[in-house]
Nanobody, 124 residues
Framework: QVLLVESGGGLVQAGGSLRLSCAVS????????LGWFRQTPGKEREFVAG????????HYTDSLKGRFTISRDNAKNTVYLQMNSLKPEDTAAYYC?????????????????WGQGTQVTVSS
């Protein structure tokens, strides 16, 4: 069993920053890709960023490059998403997830364990 719990969401003004955390429990934390997704009502879940188990390979959706940074601390079983220069269109529920693979993948169907999500709201 793998459990993922996100935290760090909230309300922030446009231009501000937030850092999301995702605590992962389970013996296989270090061996799999972890990713962040986001979703707004009525839309499909969107890939945000993914990171390899060693942290040496990351991938971002193009529109977020330069503003969002994913990182992980395997000693703490935690993955982070640093979000800077936030915009109102970044408002969404953000989810962390564990991939079935050791290569960074972007489709939600490639991820088998999900957190419950944390809401990020960016006001204009």
């Amino acid at each position: 069993q793998v459990l993922l719990v996100e935290s760090g969401g909230g309300l922030v003004q446009a231009g501000g920053s937030l850092r999301l955390s995702c605590a992962v429990s389970g013996r296989t934390f270090s061996n799999f890709v972890l990713g962040w997704f986001r979703q707004t009502p009525g839309k499909e879940r969107e890939f945000v960023a993914g990171i390899s188990w060693r942290g040496d390979s990351t991938h971002y959706t193009d529109s977020l490059k330069g503003r969002f940074t994913i990182s992980r601390d395997n000693a703490k079983n935690t993955v982070y998403l640093q979000m800077n220069s936030l915009k109102p269109e970044d408002t969404a529920a953000y989810y962390c997830a564990r991939a079935r693979s050791i290569i960074v993948v972007t489709s939600p169907t490639d991820y088998d364990y999900w957190g419950q999500g944390t809401q990020v709201t960016v006001s204009s």
